[in-house]
C-alpha cells in the first residue's frame, strides 16, 4: 500500500469510519508486535501493549493533524507503552530465545535467524535503531521522531550497531 493510501485511511478513520481504521489495523499490527517484541523480548507483553496502543489510539486518532504521520506516531506511542510496562512489571530485557521446533528451514532464513540472534545482543538502543532501519525500514528522520534522539545520535548508534554486527559475523 503506498503512503497516499494510507494518508486516505487515516483521514478516512479520523472521520469515524471503523472499517477504515480496521484496515489500518490490520495492516501496521504485526510490523508493531515485532517491534514490540524487539524492544521488550517478551511475546506476551509485546502482544499487550500493541493492543493496548490500538485502543488508545483509537480514541485520540481525531488529534492527529498530519495523517502522514501516523505511522511515525503509532510507533513512538508504542514505545513509551513497552517502556511503561517494563517499568511497571519490573521486567528486564531478556533475548528471544529459538524454540525447539522442528521445522525444515532452507539456508536464506537460518542466516535471517542467525542475523537477528546477533541482533539482540545488541544494546537496547542500538538494537532499536537497526530494527527500525532495516527491519520496520523507517528514515533516519523518523526514527528520530519515534525514539526522540537527534539525528546525528542515530547515525552514530547505527555505525557503532552495524561495526559489531561486523565483528560479530567475523
Not at 2 to 25: I, M, P, T
Request: charged share 25%; hydrophobic share 40%; with cysteine.
Amino acid at each position: 500500500m503506498n503512503q497516499a493510501q494510507q494518508d486516505l485511511l487515516v483521514l478516512e478513520a479520523q472521520s469515524g469510519n471503523e472499517k477504515a481504521f480496521e484496515c489500518l489495523v490490520t495492516l501496521f499490527h504485526p510490523q508493531l508486535v515485532n517491534f514490540a517484541s524487539n524492544l521488550s523480548g517478551n511475546h506476551a507483553l509485546a502482544k499487550g501493549a500493541v493492543q493496548d496502543v490500538w485502543i488508545s489510539i483509537s480514541k485520540k486518532l481525531r488529534v492527529l493533524e498530519d495523517p502522514r504521520a501516523f505511522k511515525g506516531w503509532v510507533y513512538r506511542a508504542l514505545r513509551w507503552r513497552v517502556l511503561d510496562l517494563l517499568k511497571a512489571k519490573s521486567y528486564r530485557y531478556q533475548t528471544i530465545e529459538d524454540t525447539n521446533l522442528s521445522i525444515e528451514l532452507d539456508e536464506s532464513e537460518i542466516e535471517s535467524q542467525q542475523l537477528r540472534k546477533l541482533i539482540n545482543k545488541l544494546p537496547d538502543y542500538e538494537r532499536s535503531v537497526v530494527y527500525l532501519y532495516y527491519l520496520a525500514e523507517f528514515t533516519l528522520v523518523e526514527i528520530a521522531m519515534i525514539l526522540e534522539t537527534p539525528v546525528g545520535t542515530l547515525k552514530s548508534r547505527l555505525n557503532r550497531a552495524r561495526a559489531s554486527l561486523r565483528k560479530q559475523l567475523l
